[in-house]
Structure formats: C-alpha cells, structure tokens
C-alpha cells in the first residue's frame, strides 16, 4: 500500500543522490581547475562566516566560542569564495559531529601566516579511523548511526581548495578533541 510513505523516501533518497552528485563532481571540477588567487580580506570573511552559524549553533544547544585575535585586516591571495566553503565545511562538522556541547574556533596571525583552528569533543580512540578522515567517501560509524553524516566528501574538497591556495592544513584527534586547522600566508608578511 502506498499511503505517500514511500513516495516520501524515494524523494528524499533522490534528493540525497542529487546532492552527493553535485559534490563528486565540484570534487573533480576543484582538482582541474585553475584558480584565480586575488587579494581577498579574510578577517571579514570569517567573521561573517563563523556569525552566520550562530543560529544553528543555539537551536542545539551548543555554544560557539571565538577567540579572534586577528589584526582589523588580514590579507590573503585567494579565492573567497572557495575559502568560504571551507570555512561552512569545517563549521558544519564541528555542529554536527562534536559530542560535546562547546566548539571553540580561533584565529590568529603567526610568522607572516593566518592560522584558523576550529576544536570539539570527539572520541578520538581509534586513530586509524581518524587518519582516514580527509579521504572521499570516509564517514565515522558514529555518525552514520547518529544519521548526521553526508557523504563523506566535504574533507575531500576542504582538502582540494586549501592545497590549491598553497596553504598547510591538518588535523588533530586526541584525548577526546578533535580539531581541525590550516595556515595561510598573508600578503606582504604581517604588516597592516
Ligand atoms: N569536527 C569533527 N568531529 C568529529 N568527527 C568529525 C568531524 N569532522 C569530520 N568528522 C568525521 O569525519 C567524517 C568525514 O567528514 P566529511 O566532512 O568529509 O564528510 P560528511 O560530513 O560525512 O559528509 P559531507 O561533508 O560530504 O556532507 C564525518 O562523517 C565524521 O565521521
Ligand atoms: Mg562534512
């Protein structure tokens, strides 16, 4: 019997299909394409950004802590937009997957480079899983379960866009915090 129950699900399973496209292919459209770098403010940038979250991060109950100890302008050579994706990819982790109830995202300006770092509570025991992270398609157990997880591609095309600006990224995973960074290198050493 079809009461619209199962219209709903194929509906829904198509749309996660649709969406899982789109990111397979900006993954293989990022890795081939040639960026145009400019001369982008990445204080505004991050502020804007991280703000924008502020919503999301209440309506769970989670607290969003900003430590921005960044001069009032902080040039970069980049493309905005796709340092903006970066940017939601790694917020969005930390609202979905943290298992705490705080995430603490900070910036500063350190030896001629902008250093991002965003942190939450997350089991970090099996470090074999953790160093599978950044790879397509790699999703957590745990996330799966708890039916938060996408596709497992927003490391993937955070990892793409970040190497494309020449920037170091990583992440750390111990003692039940995992967090995630990259550096950047600003225009003109650390003046203003
Ligand atoms: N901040 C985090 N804390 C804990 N686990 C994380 C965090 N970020 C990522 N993970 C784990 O790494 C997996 C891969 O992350 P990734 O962003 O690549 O994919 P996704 O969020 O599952 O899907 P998508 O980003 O494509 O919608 C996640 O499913 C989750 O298990
Ligand atoms: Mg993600």
Redesign the pocket.
């Known amino acids: 019997m079809d009461d619209g129950t199962y219209a709903e699900v194929i509906g829904r399973q198509t749309k996660q299909m649709a969406?899982?496209i789109d990111?397979l292919l900006e993954l293989s459209r990022l890795q081939t394409e040639v960026y145009e770098l400019a001369p982008t403010e990445l204080h505004q940038l991050l502020s804007a950004t991280v703000e924008d979250y502020r919503t999301a991060f209440r309506h769970r109950n989670m607290e969003l802590i900003v430590e921005d100890a960044l001069p009032p302008q902080v040039w970069v050579m980049a493309d905005g937009r796709k340092l903006e994706s970066v940017l939601r990819?790694?917020l969005?982790?930390?609202?979905?997957?943290?298992?705490g109830n705080e995430?603490r995202v900070s910036a500063e300006v350190r030896s001629d480079a902008v250093h991002f770092r965003?942190?939450?509570?997350?089991?970090t025991r099996n470090k074999a899983?953790?160093d599978q992270?950044?790879?397509?398609?790699?999703?957590?157990?745990?996330?799966?379960s708890k039916q938060?997880?996408?596709?497992?591609?927003?490391?993937?095309?955070?990892a793409s866009i970040l190497q494309k600006h020449g920037a170091a990224y990583g992440?750390e995973?111990e003692d039940g915090k995992?967090?995630?960074y990259f550096s950047l290198g600003v225009i003109g050493g650390n003046k203003k």
């Open positions: 969406g899982m990111q990819n790694l969005s982790n930390a609202l979905k997957y943290s298992e995430v965003i942190a939450n509570n997350a089991d899983k953790w992270v950044w790879e397509p398609f790699f999703v957590m157990e745990e996330s799966r938060l997880s996408g596709t497992g591609l927003g490391l993937s095309i955070t992440h995973a995992a967090a995630f």
